[in-house]
């Protein structure tokens, strides 16, 4: 039987989303959850790959077991887990659903403050510097139109396209958070913190509308900045069909 496990996360201390040997990750600490409970392995299969630091509200994996889950193991797996990791729901989905390949979307959220604040520290990006929001909106608007992002995504990137279909793409003001939103049927490398990095310096006024749109039309990868950091960003949202959804 197939499950699908939905999680979230605050991923200040991990090395990311994947297991990986550098470091503590996201699928380690739940793979040794579960078998700690259940005195079996078990091999996670990943949604949407965070990197370092990134967090989330909402992601996925799916796993295969030969057993019938109970809901209350739930609580059980949460007290194994660290504090900063926790499950949402385990629930059976069709033998062929596939927490990857059947996302729809991805929603993410890019947090930018401005004053120094001591509960946003390792949560968004602090940027002291004046931005403008208008200009902003219209780089995040402007790039709906395209579907190439190789100039978004880092280098040595083993993917067979760069084309990605933004849905929405936006900054909004609350209080003294600056956020981007944006929503995509997929992303590539990097991608997020590039689109911000960017977009930030038309904020900033030291980048025009007319070199960012040639920025996006280099379609190179690495020509855009890379530099807004990882523990700014949070994926807040995966889509799927009504009959995958848990």
Known sequence: MRYFLEISYKGTRYRGFQIQDTGITIQGEVERALTILFKEKFAL?????????????Q?????????????????????????????????QVADDAHSRFDALSRTYVYKVYQFKNAFLSDTAYFYPYPLDLEAMNQAASLLK????????????????????????????????????????????????????????RVGRHTLT?????????????????????????VLKEVAFAPADSI
């Open 209 to 233: 509308m007319d070199e960012f749109e040639q920025v996006i039309k280099k379609a190179s990868c690495g020509a855009a900045w890379f530099d807004a950091p990882g523990h700014g960003l």
């Open 45 to 57: 299969t990943g949604s949407s790959r965070t990197d370092s630091g990134v967090h989330a509200l």
């Open 59 to 91: 992601n996925f994996f799916h796993f295969d077991w030969n057993r019938s889950f109970d809901p209350q193991w739930i609580y059980n797996l949460n007290a194994i887990l660290p504090a900063d990791i926790v499950i949402k729901e385990i629930k």
């Open 145 to 200: 139109g395209f579907k190439d992002f190789s100039s978004f995504s880092k280098k040595n990137t083993q993917v067979k396209t760069f084309n990605c279909n933004l849905m929405e793409s936006f900054w909004m003001q609350e209080a003294d958070l600056f956020l981007y939103q944006v929503t995509a049927n997929r992303f590539l490398r990097g991608m997020v913190r590039a689109l911000v990095a960017t977009m930030l």
